[in-house]
């Protein structure tokens, strides 16, 4: 598991999914993340863990390799227009409005 | 757990599901380009929801909810009022 930047993370999930055009699939996890790296304590043991309520950790993998990244509040609205662009780039293998082609995959333009 | 048929209904359940307790939800996306589909997994290991397409039309409003949860998890408190779906 690689923790990466959020630049570097985008574009190593772009190469991901240039990776899984021909094979393979493209998975991505979204996780709340309150920065916390131990185990929440036992009953009877402080808690010495403060959490930090606004983290998003996201991870990507391709079965083999996995990255991730972190985004905080500060970066949400920033990384969130380039991995939606992203997303909506990447993702057109789908069909396309199933009046014409069912079952036959169309080519995205 | 089987497949939402339709797209309202996983979505509300998402979102409500992602509520109920946030730290422990995780939020799936898989894309298969060779196969040309797309699925969207909302769990929180107990209980697990799931949405699956092949419609370009769709990717909008996964990618939607995806980034509107993603909001959800950074911003400090989850408050449902921000939690109309169109």
Redesign the interface.
């Known amino acids: 598991m690689v923790l990466l930047e959020n630049d570097a993370f985008l574009t190593e999930l772009t190469r991901l999914?240039q990776k899984?055009?021909?094979?393979?699939?493209?998975?991505?996890?979204?996780?709340?993340?309150?920065g916390r790296t131990k185990p929440v304590p036992r009953k009877g043991h402080p808690e010495t863990h403060e959490a930090a309520?606004?983290?998003?950790l996201?991870r990507a993998s391709d079965g083999k390799s996995k990255i991730s990244t972190v985004?905080?509040?500060k970066e949400?609205i920033k990384f969130?227009m380039a991995?939606?662009n992203l997303?909506?780039a990447?993702?057109?293998?789908?069909?396309?409005?199933?009046k014409k082609s069912k079952g036959k995959?169309t080519k995205?333009t | 757990m089987p497949y939402y048929q339709t797209w309202e209904e996983f979505a509300r359940a998402a979102e409500k599901l992602y509520l109920t307790d946030p730290m422990k939800v995780r939020v799936v996306l898989k894309y298969r380009h060779c196969d040309g589909n797309l699925c969207l997994k909302v769990t929180d290991d107990a209980v697990c929801l799931q949405y699956k397409t092949d419609q370009a039309q769709d990717v909008k409003k996964i990618e939607k909810l995806h980034g509107k949860l993603m909001r959800l998890m950074v911003s400090k408190e989850s408050h449902s009022g921000a939690m109309e779906t169109d």
């Open positions: 999914f899984c055009r021909t094979t393979g699939s493209v998975v991505i996890t979204l996780k709340k993340y309150d309520d606004n983290k998003c996201v985004v905080t509040s949400v969130q991995y939606s997303l909506r990447h993702m057109d293998g789908l069909k396309k409005k199933d995959k995205a």
